[in-house]
Structure formats: C-alpha cells, structure tokens
C-alpha cells in the first residue's frame, strides 16, 4: 500500500461510518422501538412477579374464609386460558398478515383475537362478581386481596391490550399499513404475547395449585 493510499484509508472509513456501515450507522427504528418496548416488558414481568410472591405468602391467610378450592371453578378458569391462548394464535396470524401487507386479512384475524380477549374479560368479571356475591371480596382476608390484586391486575392488562387492539385497527384503516403502523403492531403483539405467558403461571400457580 502506498502512502497515498494509507493517507486515504482513514477517510474511506469515515465515509462508511457516516453512510452506516461497518461499526458506524444508528440502528434501524424497527430495532431500537422493539428493543426499548422489551424493556417495557421486562419490568412488566418484575411488577407481576412481585405479585406472584406477594400471593405466594398470603396464601394460607385466610382469617377463617373461603379457600381457593372453595370458590374457584377450574372448568371456567381452563375456558379462560383456552380463549387467551387461542386469542395469542389469532394475534400472530394478523402480525403475520400484516408483514405481508393484506390488510383484509390482518383485520379479520384482529376480530377473531378481540372477540376472544373480550370472552376472557367477561368470564373473569363474571367470576370475580360471583365471588363477591358470597362475601369473598378482596376485604374479607389477606389471601383473597392479593388473588384480586394479581388476577385483577392482569385483568386490566388484558382491557388495556383490548382498547390498544382497537386504536390499531382505525389506525390501520385510515393509513394503512404503513411503516410506523407495523412497529406499533410488533409492539402490541410482543405485549399480548407476555400477557399470555403471565397468564399461564396464573392458572398454574393460583388456580390448579388450589384446587
């Protein structure tokens, strides 16, 4: 190599660097939006966990009240998990769908996973005026306040993912499926999916470890 050559080298990196390149160059948008909305998650999962742990120790704390076995119905429970888990399938077929850009078929699979979250929210709430009308509600001991806090907690995630469902839906009507739609539908369907995950330790940990 010449001296010429040496001389020119320094600038040639540069110029990769700046056009992104070798070492240099952000990231893409997609990459760093997913990766800052894992850390969402992420921390998501240390609150539930600290849940779990909360509901671990108040477990035998029932001041003389209903257990766990007493008032949970595991038929309706495991008719929840089956109504997330497929609401979960559903939701990667539409991801799937829109990276394809068929919006006809994102929109029919979005339906199918809202009709779904819907069914669990109503067998929940169902479940938790039950419990209520018998005068278990959250006040009556320290078991029954963190199974609320916990079950109810992830309730409102669902409700939550439900409303987001929605505003993706007009969002993907009325502009299509643009760039920035597509990261915002990668970041409800990462969301979904860890709801998905928390509910399975749910129906493990509180509703088959009771009954």
């Given at each position: 190599?010449?001296?010429?050559?040496?001389?020119?080298?320094?600038?040639?990196?540069?110029?990769?660097?700046?056009?992104?390149?070798g070492?240099?160059?952000?990231?893409?948008?997609?990459?760093?939006?997913a990766?800052?909305?894992?850390?969402?998650?992420?921390?998501?999962?240390v609150?539930?966990?600290?849940?779990f742990?909360?509901y671990?120790?108040?477990?035998?704390?029932t001041?003389?009240?209903?257990?766990?076995?007493?008032?949970?119905n595991?038929?309706?429970?495991?008719?929840e998990?089956?109504?997330?888990?497929?609401?979960?399938?559903?939701?990667?077929?539409?991801?799937?769908?829109?990276?394809?850009?068929?919006?006809?078929?994102?929109?029919?699979?979005?339906?199918?996973?809202?009709?779904?979250?819907?069914?669990?929210?109503?067998?929940?709430?169902?479940?938790?005026?039950?419990?209520?009308?018998?005068?278990?509600?959250?006040?009556?001991?320290?078991y029954?306040?963190?199974?609320?806090?916990?079950?109810?907690?992830?309730?409102?995630?669902?409700?939550?993912?439900?409303?987001?469902l929605?505003?993706?839906v007009?969002?993907?009507i009325?502009?299509?499926?643009?760039?920035?739609?597509?990261?915002?539908?990668?970041?409800w369907?990462?969301f979904?999916?860890?709801?998905?995950?928390?509910?399975?330790?749910?129906?493990?940990?509180?509703?088959?470890?009771?009954?």
């Open positions: 190599m010449t001296l010429a050559e040496i001389d020119r080298a320094p600038n040639e990196v540069s110029s990769e660097r700046a056009r992104g390149r070492g240099g160059g952000p990231a893409p948008k997609r990459i760093v939006v990766y800052g909305f894992w850390i969402f998650i992420l921390s998501d999962m609150m539930f966990s600290a849940l742990a909360a671990a120790v108040m477990l035998g704390n001041a003389g009240g209903p257990t766990g076995a007493e008032l949970f595991i038929r309706s429970a495991f008719i998990t089956m109504c997330l888990l497929l609401s979960s399938y559903t939701c990667g077929l539409g991801a799937l769908s829109a990276e394809r850009r068929d919006p006809a078929r994102f929109l029919i699979f979005a339906a199918c996973t809202f009709a779904l979250g819907a069914a669990f929210l109503f067998i929940e709430v169902t479940e938790f005026a039950g419990m209520v009308e018998k005068g278990a509600g959250p006040s009556r001991s320290g029954l306040s963190a199974f609320f806090t916990l079950v109810g907690t992830h309730g409102i995630h669902v409700a939550s993912g439900l409303i987001a929605v505003y993706l007009a969002q993907v009325a502009k299509g499926l643009q760039a920035a739609v597509l990261r915002r539908l990668l970041c369907s990462l979904w999916h860890a709801l998905d995950i928390v509910w399975i330790g749910v129906f493990t940990l509180v509703y088959l470890w009771a009954t």
